[in-house]
């Protein structure tokens, strides 16, 4: 294990070990409080341009389980087909590991991939730090290798192109319903989430004007980065609403998609919600639901007009956590109900989707 220098975009500085690649990295620090599912975490193309810092303090105990692909060609335990976090930091990485499905070491999976992982930072009081100036940008360097300094950048960078697919992909071809799936960086298992539901999904790339072929309903699938870059997307949502009444459902930046084609505007969150455990209440009703999220933006509900409603709203900072149409069957939501990692509380969105591409 080399020595390295964590060092943030106000000067702070944690110094730490190398484990995994070692290669001196820069992106967007954020933190995640989950108690488990880094391969799960590090696969999501929403972490894409970020480094990711795990609040649970021990890492890595229970290894990384082969990369296999099932017939549907979708990961079976990942949930994208490569790691897309910038980098791992963490408080204590267990060189040792013990699982059913183990097939090698976090570290060793690191190395493979190319990315940078490092322990021995106290995360937690750097989750504080974070929590108090705001997510920032931050570099990882190391000791040995002083002239060699990273750049990164994450606002004003399209990351949702980056990470989407380039041509259409079809997936149970000639079953029932038939699903657009706008990919903006879709999560594996909300792609199975709707394939074990029956429905044949065609999955498309973020900015293809999909308006003129023939589905049944909408899916708009999460992703990485700022929505206000997305500007083509959201003008497609917006073209298909005012020409059919289709459902459509959304996830994520799914929600923040077509928020804005509602007209609804987009801000920054101060750190994120990214998580296994955020509490988010079912407006109009006393319902409250265990959520899995990972998301830096948010709808600003005052903006929405008076054909929306607020549909969830997160019970911790009253941000909103969804929207639906008052009488067309649109709606989405901010958290991930199809969690893989994380509870799975709140799955019968997707058969709220199915149910309504059936009327």
Sequence with gaps: MRNVTLVLEDGTKYHAKSFGYGSPVAGEVVFNTAMMGYPESLTDPSYAGQMMVLTFPLVGNYGVPAFSIEPNTLPTFMEGNRIYASAII???YSEEYSHWNAKESL??????EHVTGITGVDTRELTKVLREHGVMMGKILF???PENIPEAQYEGVN???KVSCKEIIRYNEGAGKRVVLVDCGVKANIIRSLINRGLEVIRVPWNYDY??????GLFLGNGPGDPDMCEDA?????KQMNASRKPICGICMGNQLLAKAAGAKIYKLKYGHRSHN???????TNACYITSQNHGYAVDAKTLNKDWNEYFVNMNDGSNEGIRHKSNAWFSSQFHPEACSGPVD???????FVEKLTL
Excluded: C, Y
């Design 90 to 92: 963490v408080s204590d």
């Design 107 to 112: 570290a060793e999976w690191l190395k493979r």
């Design 143 to 145: 000791d040995d290798e």
């Design 159 to 161: 990351f949702v192109d």
């Design 211 to 216: 308006t003129s072929m023939d589905f049944d």
């Design 234 to 238: 959201v003008n497609i949502i917006r």
């Design 278 to 284: 955020q509490p988010v209440r079912m407006v109009g």
């Design 346 to 352: 709140t799955t019968f969105m997707f058969d709220l």
